[in-house]
């Protein structure tokens, strides 16, 4: 079982005892980024359980649903769904067992320059459909305004690592 560093989510000591607020901090931790894909592992305080995710989009989609099932922090919208498909809402977060491994992604030949850098990602709110808090980088802590934000600075970080690696 690998060791998670989470040393960097208490130095500021903004989590309190309350269990609920471990659901809005989580620790990524990345395998490779092949053709600007990134797959990795999130892993929430909240859940101790590792989610395996290929991805930024299920990746986000993950965090989503576990603040959901944990109920903070609370969002401020309902999501819209299709009408058609309004029963079959699929959940992203299988928080009740272990890992849950894709099929299709080989793990085996993780990039470890990658996997050596993990970053945290603190959920301050939820609002108008998107998440508001910070991503803490190994160099650098960074707020952002919106996942579609919060997506381009862990490209650019992704790309940067990549570029250095070569």
């Not at 990345?30 to 930024?56: A, Q, W």
């Not at 965090?63 to 819209?80: H, I, S, T």
């Not at 498909?85 to 320059?113: L, N």
């Amino acid at each position: 079982m690998r060791q998670w560093k989470t040393e960097s989510i208490y130095e500021d000591d903004r989590l309190r005892a309350d269990n609920k607020e471990y659901a809005a901090a989580m620790i990524i931790q990345f395998f490779n980024y092949k053709d600007c894909v990134p797959s990795g592992e999130l892993r929430s305080l909240y859940h101790n359980t590792r989610m395996i995710f290929h991805g930024l989009d299920q990746m986000l989609l993950i965090m989503e649903e576990v603040m959901k099932q944990a109920g903070y922090p609370q969002g401020d919208l309902a999501p819209r769904c299709l009408k058609m498909c309004e029963e079959k809402i699929p959940c992203f977060a299988d928080c009740q067992g272990a890992a849950k491994e894709e099929s299709g992604t080989d793990f085996s030949k993780w990039d470890h320059a990658l996997y050596k850098k993990n970053i945290t990602i603190q959920i301050y709110c939820r609002k108008n459909a998107s998440m508001q808090g910070e991503v803490r980088f190994p160099e650098e802590k960074i707020y952002f305004r919106s996942t579609l934000e919060l997506m381009r600075m862990i490209h650019q970080y992704l790309q940067c690592l990549t570029e250095i690696n070569k």
